[in-house]
């Protein structure tokens, strides 16, 4: 963990990451970063067998289906054939502020699918959005003000922009969807972070822009992106957390901070003004594989910081 006051390492531990959507099971690669698949097989199964859409499967015996469970029933599960098809890389989540109803955004290999999961048991595979150019295991997704914006390291790809506020009609699902805006400042990127509580989105990665560092896009109107900024003084940055800083160094406190993991070190930039971002700290420690990502304690008192390769 890091403190923003002390700028100290103290301990390197990452809860957990789980693609799972409210009851919604998907067959998930482990393809965030190169690895072997995930289970017994290319698709997680024992000998790789083929996978079918399932409705409630009660945990009996330490499985669910095909599953192994502990105290958790199986809602739902629809396999990846079911929902465009290809490898799934990453899952983020929609609820209407209108109606209630909550969606799943998937991206996979060859697009982002869109699924209507309001009845966990029941969930409704309403259509893909195509990549913007070609292919690629890489694909990052977040949402703000009713919109998802996208990125992939597929080249020529920059950031798709849907608006989301269109799942709510559509009348024979599945359908091919189309972008909604195009924002062309980066050819490609790793990952995407979005500040909801200031509206500038932060690519991560892009490669050909920012040595790699943070490309900032104001998206306060989501249908025409604006690029605001670079955050590259300390070269490339896998994964980020920006927030409104409400920690314990007063100094910073209702600043725009960005704490970035940039691959041997955890480093942390003042972003409140994008065209003049200032480095706070450059933290490594002992030990460094690959500083992969992390998340903030709710208090803002430390980062939990994961490290990929450590062991």
Known sequence: MFSLTSKKLRV???ACLALLAVGLFFSVRAVHDEGPPIGGGPNGQPNGQTLFAMGKTACVG???GTFPCHNVDLASFLPVSGIGGGSVNDVWGWTDPLTGKEYAIVGRSNGTSFVDISNP???TYLGNLPPHSVDSVWRSIKVYADH???VSE????????????????????PVAFTENAHYTGFRRAHTLAVNEATGFA?????????????????????GAPVFAGCVGQDGYTHETQCVIYRGPD?????????FNSNEDTLTIVDVTNKSEPKQLSRTTYAGVGYTHQGWLT????HFLLDDELDE
């Open 12 to 14: 390197g531990i990452w």
């Open 62 to 64: 330490g499985m669910a």
């Open 148 to 150: 998802a914006f996208i």
């Open 154 to 173: 597929a080249d020529n790809h920059g950031m798709q922009v849907f608006d989301l506020t269109r799942l709510r009609n559509v009348a024979a699902p």
């Open 121 to 123: 048991e029941q969930p």
């Open 250 to 258: 007063l100094e910073y406190q209702g600043h725009e901070v960005c």
């Open 202 to 222: 932060y690519a991560a990665g892009s490669k050909d822009t920012c040595a790699g560092g943070l490309h900032v896009v104001d998206i306060r109107n989501p």
């Open 298 to 301: 709710e208090d803002h008192k």
